[in-house]
């Protein structure tokens, strides 16, 4: 279980987060929705610690991410994450690019780390890749490569952030039905995104977020079908 208790988070005098309460339980499928600078990315940036909190707690499992007693570098195995950009290594092939984690940070011999790595590049569709570049490939070829570089470090929990923000819409298919796959196998997820037909058919959950506030959180059919918050309304007018 992930569990978030009155999360605050600043930038010098801008408020960001301001009291953010989140539960995600395991196989769950949790899609945060928003405007732009509500909050969102900062929220799953605070989930694994890439950003400090000023107030509140940030439990994975019961592990307080944010206590400075806490193992970061251990915990963020256990927390997947996928960035708007993919950020592959251009001179390392596709099978290169999803062992060398597990091979520098699992300590898996060149053997392991690449039949791990090419179940997973199978697992999303990459399996006649192996030997190419990620720049002889599509974005959503190359954010597929993300998805299956972060799933090589088996987590139990993956944060996706945007991911087919910087796609073109014709990719954008292909990165959804990964996703769907994923959810499908009990992955457990929290997904940024504004792809609200996604959200609604694969999330548990969906949670609107305004200035750094959870202003609605339900049923993810409801909310998008039938939001009781006058700002959710107002968001999902303008981009329905």
Known sequence: MIQIQGVHKSFGALKILKGIDLEVN??????IIGGSGSGKSTLLYCING???IQKGRVLVDGVD????????NKLRQEIGMVFQQWNSFPHLTVLENVSLAPRVVLGKNKKEAQ?????????????DKFDVFPTQMSGGQQQRLAIARTLAMNPNYM?????TSALDP??????????RLLRDEGMTMICVTHEMAFAKEVSDQIAFVEEG???????AKQVIENPSNEKTKRFLSKVL
């Open 159 to 163: 944060l996706l952030d945007e991911i």
């Open 213 to 219: 506030i959870i202003e609605e959180i339900g049923e």
């Open 115 to 127: 039949e791990l790595a090419k179940h997973h590049l199978q697992h999303v569709g990459l399996g």
């Open 26 to 31: 395991k196989g769950e499928v949790v899609s």
């Open 50 to 52: 890439i950003e400090d």
């Open 65 to 72: 991410v944010h206590d400075k007693s806490t193992n970061l």
């Open 170 to 179: 014709e990719l954008v298919g292909e990165v959804l039905d990964t996703l």
